[in-house]
């Protein structure tokens, strides 16, 4: 007898919700607690299942009024016990231990509270079946530290990004427009040096020609002073025929000869003359002539080359541009003293810091990205497996399959193979499949765990089908709590034990 | 002909690109020389551009192996040609072709022999100005 109330779980609430104190016996079995509408059904459950963890309850399980309350269990001869406190700030802080089989995974797996939405479980999407398996299968922690090296490699990428390290990145680019400024200096220093030989040449062309010229004048000077002594000759040698003929008869043949030489010698003066004037044209030419070139010479001396300027100006230009991109591939290459995260360190240390940073997270990543895959893939295939048996052994026809595919996607299959949209189930079929899939869960992950509780589901349930189900579950889990509407008693709870 | 202005774009492109690499490699080392940068930074850009060198000089290497074959090509061509011509000349002293088919004949294959002169020349010129790019930048 002793033994045999050492098995049952006794639980006592003093204070909680709407309970001023309540002492509940819970036997191995089905226990069906059963109490008329808001008389704390669901407190009690709720209740009960602040002991599954040390979660911190909220502020609201305590009576408004009620600023201590106790939530106690009688276990395997052993009392387990919380008290809960309500701070002057009003938030309700508890203190005690949790029972032995404690597990913060049970309230999603074995708690099946009408309120919290065991229906809603199945018709909401992968994104839901996801979540609720990375939590019980503690896949959650892997995605907890995928999600924080992604948001961390995230955060350097977006580092990597900023203008310093953009400046940084444009060095190489940099480096080409300064090559091509040593190129382009290149090329006006040679101009300037072309210009200048270019020049040289002109001036020693014109140094060459004047002294041609020159000596042509020269020449051409001597021709004329022979001309004007071969006139002076000439005028000479008729000045001599005019006295000879003066001592001449007029008529004699002498007179007439020497009057011809005369006239010869006129003619030849003339002609003296006109070579003369042609030949001083001549000379005045060459004058003017090499008094231009002097004059040039003069000028390209005093000039220098005529494009030296502009070109010097150009070289001068290119060069104080060299120095600018000089100053900013200098300025590229470090951060500003003034930095708040890497004052005055050379850019190229912190990007391959961040670059080893990044590699190393992306390994995290990686690991914990298969890890995660792994877990999550075999707790999809347990807890299908669970499914599958539930159905098997419960023989309820009329499904045939029902599992999560690899997107986790509800799939439910009729006989035959057909895919049942959940939206079309009744609400009779829908509570069906939450509460296989909440035991295939608890099955899969908390096989240990020695209770299951149902919370009201009976209202829009089939009670034969209800109790089929209650019984599979019983052969499965030592204690099965299940709570029921009964209108007529009165404010009293009550607990019937079902063997 | 598309063979040839291939080779020689590639030929252009790839001796432009190779003393541009180099000049940049005189600017970064003249930078460093001038204590205008540090010498991580210096080392990193010189990591890059050696890389750009190495796979230019590659490109390079393949394009004047290609070269020298088609150089090869050429003088086979052009002994074939020769060849050609003096198998020409024997039928036009035997009397074998009349003189206008000779004349037409010789023509042809001088042509040929100078189009494929020129190119081989051509070739020879750019290869010996890839010589003298590896000489200019030791």
Known sequence: MQADTQKNIILELENIGCLKRIRLEFKPGVNVIRAPNASGKTTIIRGFSYMFSDKIPPSHVLALDELNGRIRVHYNGRVYEKILRRTPSGEVIAQGEMLPFADPRAFDACVALAETGVVHRITGGSAFFRKYLEDLSYGNYYSAIINASQELINEYSRRLSGPIFRNFEALPLLLTELTDLHMRREQAQQKIEEAKSSHEAKLRELRSEIESKSASLSIEEARLSQLSRNLSLEKERENQLQELLRMTEENSKIAISIREGISSSKEKQEKINSEINKQRRIVEKIKSDLEALRESLRREERLGPRELDELEKDLENIKKRIILKEEEIQRAERFPPDDKDYPGRLVVDVRSEILRKIEWLEKVTGYFQEKYMRRMTSARRRFNENIARAFRELGLTGFGNIFLDQNFILHIMRNGNIRQPIETLSASEKLTISLILMLAAKETFLPDFPLFIVDELTLSYDPERFWRITNYIKRRVPYVIVTSLNSSLKGEIEVIHKP | ?138
């Open chain 2, 1 to 138: 002909m598309n063979e040839l202005g291939s080779w020689k774009q590639s030929f252009e492109t790839i001796t432009q690109e190779l003393k541009m690499a180099y000049r940049k490699r005189e600017a970064l080392e003249d930078l460093m020389a001038k204590n205008r940068m540090s010498r991580p930074t210096y080392e990193h850009l010189l990591k890059g551009l050696e890389e750009e060198i190495s796979r230019l000089e590659d490109h390079k290497r393949s394009l004047a192996r290609n070269m020298t074959e088609r150089i090869d090509e050429l003088r086979k061509q052009i002994g074939l040609i020769e060849i050609f011509l003096a198998s020409l000349e024997l039928s036009f002293v035997g009397r074998e072709l009349d003189e206008e088919a000779y004349n037409q004949q010789r023509e042809t294959l001088n042509a040929g022999l100078e189009a494929t002169k020129a190119e081989m020349k051509q070739i020879e010129n750019a290869l010996t100005e890839i010589k003298r790019i590896d000489i200019s930048s030791q």
